[in-house]
Nanobody, 127 residues
């Protein structure tokens, strides 16, 4: 059973940056898409970004477009989320997830398609 482990979370001031990493215990090429999701206290889980493993096509939610960058390294079985210009509303637990589903989906909006999840890493943006 492949496992996903996130790291890189922490506390940062507004306008700062963090880079999250997601390491898979097996090959990420067994999956079609890796996604990043987040959940703030008292709120529903929401998608942030996703990347297609085969050709690195990316998907972003409007709230992070232009500020966050998702990438993957197939040789190292990792996916990353570079987060710049962070805002207090970005505060949440961030999860990476993987899916084998293919199709014309906007993957960040479809957490129901993802069946492999990490345990999350906390990101706090506060002055």
């Amino acid at each position: 059973q492949v496992q996903l482990v996130e790291s890189g979370g922490g506390s940062v001031q507004p306008g700062g940056s963090l880079k999250l990493s997601c390491v898979a215990s097996g090959s990420i090429t067994d999956y079609h898409v890796i996604g990043w999701f987040r959940q703030a206290p008292g709120k529903r889980r929401e998608g942030v970004a996703a990347i297609r493993i085969s050709d690195a096509v990316t998907y972003y939610e409007d709230s992070v477009k232009g500020r966050f960058t998702i990438s993957r390294n197939n040789a190292e079985n990792t996916a990353s989320l570079q987060m710049d210009s962070l805002r207090p509303e970005d505060t949440a637990v961030y999860y990476c997830a993987a899916t084998v589903f293919t199709g014309s989906y906007h993957y960040p909006a479809r957490d129901d398609l993802f069946d492999l999840w990490g345990r999350g890493t906390q990101v706090t943006v506060s002055s």
